[in-house]
């Protein structure tokens, strides 16, 4: 497992990522970038942005940035998946074994557990950043922290680029 001193040095990276950032596009293409190659249980790491609503057609959760293998889901509603859980309530998502929740997507067979915060902008839900492991409860406490810290820099990103 990724230790807390490994953790606390990856927050670090991530505070100079959000200092230099121009953009909250940037800053999330880096982010999956970073906690994919540093994180060597996240597999799977990826934004899903949500669409504003157009001619009355149900939200959608579209595909961003991501690093991993290619997820057939790039469009995701929010009745459905672990994602359109967390999107819909705007509570973090933890699942330690995607085979026993029902409402898990499957995007590749190696994955066994998940996490999924969402990202607020002025108080609402715009999207949120996916991670999926290889290994079962992968995601602790720790991580959760460092998910979560990583959604609050993109709101806070975006934000800003608005004011
Ligand atoms: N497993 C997700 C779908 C997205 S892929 O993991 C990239 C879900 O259940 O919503």
Redesign the pocket.
């Known amino acids: 497992m990724p230790t807390t001193a490994n953790i606390q040095d990856v927050k670090k990276e991530l505070e100079q990522l959000f200092r230099s950032t121009k953009s909250p596009q940037e800053l999330m293409k880096d982010i999956v970038e970073l906690l994919h190659e540093r994180m060597l249980k996240y597999n799977?790491v990826?934004f899903?942005l949500l669409e504003t609503e157009a001619n009355g057609q149900p939200p959608m959760l579209a595909?961003g940035a991501?690093r991993?293998a290619m997820?057939p889901?790039t469009r995701?509603p929010l009745n459905?998946?672990?994602?359109?859980?967390?999107a819909a309530s705007g509570e973090t998502v933890v699942?330690d074994d995607?085979a026993q929740?029902p409402?898990?997507?499957?995007?590749?067979l190696e994955?066994k557990s998940?996490i999924?915060a969402p990202v607020f902008v002025h108080g609402k839900v715009v999207g949120e950043l996916?991670i999926?492991s290889h290994f079962p409860a992968a995601f602790h406490n720790e991580d959760r922290q460092l998910v979560e810290y990583c959604a609050t820099m993109v709101g806070q990103c975006w934000e800003q680029s608005q004011s």
Request: glycine content about 14%; aromatic content about 14%.
């Open positions: 799977w990826g899903y595909l991501f991993g997820t889901h995701i459905q998946g672990i994602c359109g859980a967390a699942v995607v929740d409402r898990y997507l499957a995007c590749s994955t998940e999924v996916d999926d």
